[in-house]
């Protein structure tokens, strides 16, 4: 059996090089997530708007259903967590977890990874399994590096745009 999160890493590092925005690589990347990895039911991006206080995550290019929290304060749901802490966070089972924001009810597992532009919180991406406890170290590994390759363009591009302040 090929090594699909290997595959999947080579085709986000040959996507990299050939798009020319933020967002461009930040549709991309749902895109492949989601269309590669059949677990990965609901793939987006929220980015972190400081120009309003307090600051607030804010839906951004994604795949699969409209999510009801197209915005998302610090202090609610595991993106706030994710995004208030800097780290991972890694939900084997959603409806145990008090902090948890529902956005299908089909979604069983959830993981949010920080997007860090020298160091500080600029996003973060997020996916959404109907499959119980659906993020193993591999899976954790192949998203962790989908959000460095964000960071990484980030840090040497155009600052990113919050969708509808352009
Ligand atoms: N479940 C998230 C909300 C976002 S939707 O999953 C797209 C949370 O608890 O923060």
Redesign the pocket.
């Known amino acids: 059996m090929p090594d699909k999160p290997l595959e999947v890493r080579r085709d986000l590092n040959r996507l990299v090089l050939s798009v020319n925005s933020p967002d461009e690589l930040m549709s991309g990347i749902s895109r492949l997530l989601h269309d590669s990895m059949p677990k990965y039911n609901?793939v987006?991006f929220y980015i972190l708007d400081t120009d309003v206080q307090p600051p607030v995550l804010v839906l951004g290019p994604?795949q699969g259903a409209m999510?009801p929290?197209p915005r998302?304060p610090l202090n609610?749901?595991?993106?706030?967590?994710a995004a208030s802490t800097g780290k991972t966070v890694v939900v084997d089972d959603?409806s145990a977890d008090p902090?948890?924001?529902?956005?299908s009810t089909e979604?069983k597992s959830?993981i949010?990874v920080p997007i860090l532009v020298k160091g500080k919180v600029v996003g973060e991406l997020?996916i959404?399994s109907h499959y119980p406890a659906a993020f193993s170290a591999e899976d954790r590994e192949l998203i962790e590096h989908s959000a460095a390759l964000v960071g990484e363009y980030l840090e040497t591009s155009a600052p990113m745009k919050v969708p509808g302040c352009e």
């Open positions: 609901w987006g994604f999510t929290h998302i609610q749901g595991i993106c706030g967590a959603v902090r948890y924001l529902a956005c979604t959830e949010v997020d959404d």
